[in-house]
């Protein structure tokens, strides 16, 4: 009774925070899960590097999250922190339309 359980729009952007911060080849017999995102945290953000992580977060995303659609994908470095905020917006596959935002800062680990 001490975990909190999460349903409907919480447990989808929990899922999407989950399957973004694990690293392929974290899971055991699930290698391909998850994203790389995390090997973008010390090279330069610029251009290209935002747009290898908004593709990296989408093939994630369309092959472990099935119940969401991407509308926009938003990269924005933080050169002070060695960070970058990521700023998602999906759509809930329901035959209610909901569509949320994610947002989170991935940085290294202290």
Same mark, same amino acid.
């Given at each position: 009774?001490?975990?909190? +359980?999460? +349903?409907?729009?919480?447990?989808?952007?929990?899922?999407? @925070?989950?399957?973004?911060?694990?690293?392929?080849? /974290? +899971?055991?017999?699930?290698?391909?899960?998850?994203?790389?995102?995390?090997?973008?945290?010390? /090279?330069?953000?610029?251009?290209?590097?935002?747009? @290898? !992580?908004?593709?990296?977060?989408?093939?994630?995303?369309?092959?472990?999250?099935?119940?969401? &659609? !991407? *509308?926009?994908?938003?990269?924005?470095?933080?050169?002070?922190?060695?960070?970058?905020?990521?700023?998602?917006?999906?759509?809930?596959?329901?035959? !209610? /339309?909901?569509?949320?935002?994610?947002?989170?800062? @991935? /940085? +290294? *680990? &202290?």
């Amino acid at each position: 009774g001490d975990v909190a +359980r999460k +349903r409907d729009v919480e447990s989808v952007k929990q899922s999407v @925070l989950n399957i973004l911060r694990t690293n392929r080849g /974290e +899971r055991p017999f699930l290698p391909a899960y998850g994203s790389n995102i995390r090997s973008y945290l010390f /090279e330069n953000i610029d251009a290209v590097t935002r747009a @290898l !992580i908004e593709e990296d977060i989408v093939f994630s995303l369309s092959n472990f999250e099935p119940r969401v &659609r !991407i *509308l926009n994908v938003d990269v924005t470095d933080v050169p002070d922190r060695n960070a970058a905020n990521i700023s998602l917006e999906l759509e809930i596959i329901t035959p !209610i /339309e909901t569509i949320i935002a994610v947002e989170f800062t @991935l /940085e +290294r *680990l &202290r």
